[in-house]
């Protein structure tokens, strides 16, 4: 072309020549660039053409600054900027105001890493408006070590904790419907990690331990089997939480699952309220028992004192007839005639109170005691 063809002339013109024989030495100097270039571009030389090269230089260096200024950037709290020269990752930068190399010298990705992000794993949450749940039976359904089927749903929650590895280590597909972007590892690569290792932990037992009493064992199996991979792949992802959502059988055979578990819970129900009973009941029976065993003592002790008080005064009584035979026989007579007499009806009669024929007295229909005097 002529105008390449007229530039490249003019930077002949320019370069250094030495001088010829018999010549002195002689610098180029900006004036003699300038007349070069008047000479070659007869506008710049001509009337106006100072103000033309004026108007260009500033240009060029207006359109310098603002490229520089395009450099600047601000980190919010809780982001992280990875930054990159001639596509080398250079180092990360944290939350404030930074410049650095401009596209297309440099670029910088700018992350938030605080933030606690969620994946769902098995269903997809309804959109705005709709509270419907959508089952993904080709994540849902897994497999259990007693070789039933069972619908799983999780929900992996996880947090970025290295972002050069999350930016620069995995190339990942991408998810757009969470969206996620292609070479970002919480994408496809995070949701096969996760489907993997709770297929994993499920297919280790049966499905009455996964429906019932281990869901929480499995959460926690499940998030260490995801921490080991994910750091073994490099991916700079931390996993907070692996929640189940719903852990049912599939809906071929729920019903039968469902009368199985309440059959299991009136079972545990019967149990319960037998040992509610047993907890009532026990203790009063031992202290029933206790009370009984305490009432048979004293009764016991107190027969035997006195089997033995009866058998000391029998001894003593005997030891005073050996002694005093006749003393010891009219006393017992008046003790025996103390305990009688008390409960027996009395007629006590003077000797001096008739002559021949007794008297009928009713002496049992007089007010009193029961006991009268006939004189």
Known sequence: MPFLGRIAGARED??????????????VGFGDIWDNLSKRFPALGGRGGGFLAVLIIVVLIIASLGWL??????????????????????????????????SPVGRRDIVAIVQTRRMELGFRSGTEGTTVAQTVP??????????????????????IVDLPRYLYRVDDPGEPERGVVRGRPDGRTLRDVAETALRQVIG???????????????????????????????????????????????????AAFEDVVKAREDKDRFINQAQAYQAAQLPQALGQAVQITQEAEGFKRGRIALATGQAAGFKELLDGYLTSPDVTRQRLYLESMEKILPGVTKFIIAADATSGVIPYLPLSQLPGTGTGVAR
């Open 204 to 254: 280790q037992r049966a499905i009455d331990d996964v429906l019932t009493t281990e869901k929480e064992l499995v959460q926690q199996e499940t998030l260490l089997l995801m921490a080991q991979l994910l750091a073994r792949y490099e991916s700079g992802i931390q996993v907070q939480q692996v929640l189940l959502q719903n852990v049912n059988p599939p809906s071929q055979v729920r």
């Open 69 to 102: 200024a395009s450099g600047f950037y601000t980190v919010a709290p809780g982001e992280q900027a990875a930054l990159r020269r001639f596509g080398k990752f250079s180092g990360t930068s944290e939350e404030g105001l930074h410049w650095f190399w401009p």
């Open 14 to 27: 320019l370069q250094y020549r030495p001088p010829s024989s018999g010549q002195p030495r002689r610098e």
């Open 138 to 159: 080709a994540e849902s359904l897994m497999i259990t070590g007693d070789t039933n089927i069972v619908d799983v749903g999780a929900v992996v929650q996880y947090r």
